[in-house]
Antibody, heavy 116, light 113 residues
Framework: EVQLVESGGGLVQPGGSLRLSCAASGFTFSNFWMHWVRQAPGKGLMWVSYVDSDGTSTAYADSVKGRFTVSRDNAKNTVYLQMNGLRAEDTAVYYC?????????WGQGTLVTVSS | DIVMTQSPDSLAVSLGERATINCKSSQSVLFGSSNRHHLTWYQQKPGQPPKLLIYWASTRASGVPDRFNGSGSGTDFTLTISSLRPEDVAIYYCQQYCSPPYTFGQGTKLEIK
């Protein structure tokens, strides 16, 4: 069974940092692109970032470019999202998702709250 | 960036009737090397992560009932639910994954009339 489990969310002050992790199991992790998508409370989905299967190619939404960094460790079947310079508007549930003709598997998400 | 615009924002349909949701992209989402439209549809129910319904504009994901159909080309796409069931109440999103950032539409809330 495919599983994606996010962790690392929590309460952080504006300007602070967090690193999210997404542990994958049940599939050959190194074969798939991985994505991060976020959803602010009561709002729609916003694509955040992707990393390709070997970690050499990445992309970001304009609103997080230069502040967030995506990476992966295929030996640990884990994808990461390093978030620096956090702002109140980054408050959201962050989902990791597997990319395969669309985002075909999603984790349950981890909540990031940016507040003083 | 490609802007995805869905219509309507909300929709109320009677059980057993057809529901139609539209999605328009600001530029073509035809991916050259695959000659496929990189357009997906997702369903999200409260408190749950999104679920992939349709990819390549018209291919149903594994396990998705055949009452869900995707169509369209170029910049105009449609998700049709042929006969609405109570479990279809949700918010539906389109997304393009032709060119990063892989933007979503704003969502369409589907309710029972």
């Amino acid at each position: 069974e495919v599983q994606l489990v996010e962790s690392g969310g929590g309460l952080v002050q504006p300007g602070g940092s967090l690193r999210l992790s997404c542990a994958a199991s049940g599939f050959t992790f190194s074969n798939f692109w991985m994505h991060w998508v976020r959803q602010a409370p009561g709002k729609g989905l916003m694509w955040v970032s992707y990393v390709d299967s070997d970690g050499t190619s990445t992309a970001y939404a304009d609103s997080v470019k230069g502040r967030f960094t995506v990476s992966r460790d295929n030996a640990k079947n884990t994808v990461y999202l390093q978030m620096n310079g956090l702002r109140a508007e980054d408050t959201a549930v962050y989902y990791c998702a597997r990319g395969a003709g669309g985002l075909d598997q999603w984790g349950q998400g981890t909540l990031v709250t940016v507040s003083s | 960036d490609i802007v995805m615009t869905q219509s309507p924002d909300s929709l109320a349909v009677s059980l057993g009737e057809r529901a139609t949701i539209n999605c328009k992209s600001s530029q073509s989402v035809l991916f050259g090397s695959s000659n496929r439209h990189h357009l997906t549809w997702y369903q999200q129910k409260p408190g749950q992560p999104p679920k992939l319904l349709i990819y390549w504009a018209s291919t149903r994901a594994s396990g998705v009932p055949d009452r869900f159909n995707g169509s369209g080309s170029g910049t105009d796409f449609t998700l049709t639910i042929s006969s609405l069931r109570p479990e279809d109440v949700a918010i539906y999103y389109c997304q393009q994954y032709c060119s990063p950032p892989y933007t979503f539409g704003q969502g369409t809330k589907l309710e029972i009339k």
